[in-house]
């Protein structure tokens, strides 16, 4: 067990749907990334949040949003889903930003499976 | 966007044999890292290297940092059945829009006993 919970692990939906993915940080940590990663691309960086505000962005699509509360968790906000949505959800953490994080690593959870059908 | 080129995309081999993949990229990184990812989890972060020319072991795993620091290679000597799985490289920097830390798209091993 890492420390970082991520739920539901499996998800299916339909076409035009909107779901919600949720990750809980290891304890300590502030610092939450989310990633998707399809067959063929490998790990895409989503979106960073460190201690409830965006940090950094990546290749995020705009029918998907992320935020963190106060209580660090994070959820990551999939709407007017399509096929090529389909991947797994992954979330990591790290104590601290990005400059800290260099002595770290990052943590991830197990991922949530997102099935777009 | 920056990106890393991670070869050979998989890999079948005998137990009991030497392993050998890389990581190479067209700009610079302050930090890469080795991760396994075993099918149904997350990855986990197997080695961390923090200056050019840097060689770190992990029992049977080695990996060494650039010294251009635009590549590194993660060796595994030995392999037993439990090595299956995708190894990435990732490389870490400060700054930029993409993130801090961007992956290779990984060496899947698969080890016959």
């Known amino acids: 067990d890492s420390g970082v919970t991520q739920t539901p692990k499996h998800l299916i939906t339909a076409t035009g749907q909107r779901v919600t993915l949720r990750c809980s940080p290891r304890s300590g940590d502030l610092s939450v990334y989310w990633y998707q990663q399809s067959l063929d691309q490998g790990l895409q960086f989503l979106i960073q949040?460190?201690?409830?505000?965006?940090?950094a962005k990546g290749n995020i699509l705009e029918r998907f949003s992320a935020q963190q509360f106060p209580d660090l968790h994070s959820e990551l906000n999939l709407s007017s889903l399509e096929l090529g949505d389909s991947a797994l959800y992954f979330c990591?953490?790290?104590?601290?930003?990005?400059?800290?994080?260099?002595?770290?690593?990052?943590?991830f959870g197990s991922g949530t499976r997102l099935t777009v059908v | 966007g920056q990106q890393l080129n991670q070869s050979p995309q998989s890999m079948f081999i005998q137990e009991g044999e030497d392993v050998s993949m890389n990581c190479t990229s067209s700009?610079?990184?302050?930090?890469w890292l080795w991760y396994k990812q075993d099918p149904g989890e997350g990855p986990v972060l197997l080695i961390a290297l923090y200056k050019a020319g840097e060689l770190t072991s992990n029992g049977r795993l080695t990996a060494q940092f650039g010294i251009t620091r635009k590549d590194s290679f993660l060796n595994i000597s030995a392999s037993i059945p439990s090595d299956v799985g995708i190894y990435f490289c990732a490389g870490l920097n400060y700054g930029g829009s993409q993130g801090n830390l961007i992956f290779g798209k990984g060496t899947k091993l698969s080890v016959k006993p």
């Open positions: 949040y460190y201690n409830g505000e965006e940090r």
């Open positions: 700009s610079i990184f302050n930090t």
């Open positions: 990591a953490s790290t104590p601290r930003d990005r400059g800290a994080a260099f002595n770290y690593g990052y943590t």
